[in-house]
């Protein structure tokens, strides 16, 4: 490509990507705390605005994480969101703060 005046890059895997040192000095992977798994890597925010700065603070919610919070904020009552949960159309993942483990009600 650079013979026909084309700019061009070699194409990364993942890994090669992840691993360039643009991403380091942006920030662009970031360690975060997953509730079951632990210590994990994420990707950071690619706009880095100065007067409002933001970070990936949390890992993505398990499936179910927040199911009766939604549902309750939408006026579902206690007793619908049981029945859903109970019949299989909602499911609810509870993660204790102190067990490291997704637990089905």
Known sequence: MDGAGMPGWPVLTYSEALAQAQVAARDMVVEIEHPVIGPMHALGLPAKLSETPASVGLAAPLLGQHSREVLRSAGRT???????????????????????ACVKR
Do not use: S
Not at 78 to 100: H, L, M
């Open 78 to 100: 206690d007793a619908e969101i049981d029945a859903w949960i109970a019949c299989g159309t909602v499911q609810e993942c509870v993660v204790p703060e102190t067990t490291p």
